[in-house]
């Protein structure tokens, strides 16, 4: 997988919220493909949060070009202050560990270990069996530990087996008590950020990703929302469609008022990052909140109409 911009950015801003020495898995092997002056502004980000990092180590890894820096994600997190880096993959490319990501790779490799910071960076739509790819991730993940991911949502055809929905994250989150860190949806250096809590870390917030500023509006996938959502999406995307892609030509012009910047809607997001380049993916952190076994989500607009006692104890926490 290519750790590009995108991924630097997400591991950096997750280097930043754990402590020094941390541990880091990511699933999939990774080829660093990030440009050098990314890497030193990541180096520079750390910094200014107060992280002791390796600053000799960043700029030698700035400075490779080619096939000089593919193999050296490894090192790249060690610079950042990571004590170990591991990559699960079905080579050993990189010296990554062999297994498949089919599997519950603790029942069929007896892999228990467990890690701060848990990547899935472009490796999970890959793999078929998604429920696997998440129980995994759930189970190498520190009770406070980070889940991290990459991943693409909108018109990266035939990449992979899966493209996802943010809103996805959303109820994985309600089923497994994470709390929700960052959500974005990410086209290059750009960048629209989901807000559904009120506060969020100034760590995560403090590297822009380009300049649209804008928050992605997800109240929508809430149950009750969709409940009473007054036209069918697909209706409100086509015409999100026509009148964002129209408006995101004019967002830098300083009379576009950021306050009408402030919110979109899903398609309109999707309509404005469209406006730059055609591949959107979705990419967030989520922080594992205590030791519990995986549960796999229901999708939230279902969660009420569970009629079904032993299903309704089996998605109470949706529910709650």
Known sequence: MSFSTPMLKLATRCAALLPRDATVVELGNQTLSAPGDVIKAAAGFLGKTGRQIDAAAFNRIAGLVGPEKKDKV???????????YVAI????????????????????????????LVTNFGTGEHVFNQSTVFRNMHQLAKPGGLLAFNLPFFNNINHGFFNFSPGLFLDLAHANDYELVHLALTCGDSE??????????????AWRWGELPLMLDLTAFSAPARAARPKPMHLRWRHALGRLKRRAIRMPEPEIKPRKLARLQLGEAVAALSAIADDVQVA???????????????????????????LRRQYSRQQA
């Open 74 to 84: 490894g090192p790249l997190y060690r610079a950042m202050g990571f004590a170990e």
């Open 89 to 116: 993959d079905i080579n050993t490319l990189y010296g990554s560990l062999v297994m498949d990501l089919n599997e519950d790779i603790a029942k069929t490799y007896g892999y228990l270990r467990t890690f701060d």
């Open 192 to 205: 629209v950020v989901v807000r559904p809590l009120p506060a969020t870390d100034p760590r995560v917030d």
């Open 284 to 310: 967030g952190i989520l922080r594992k909140t205590r030791d519990n076994p995986f549960a796999i989500p229901m999708q939230g607009k279902y969660v009420a109409a569970i009629g079904e006692d032993a």
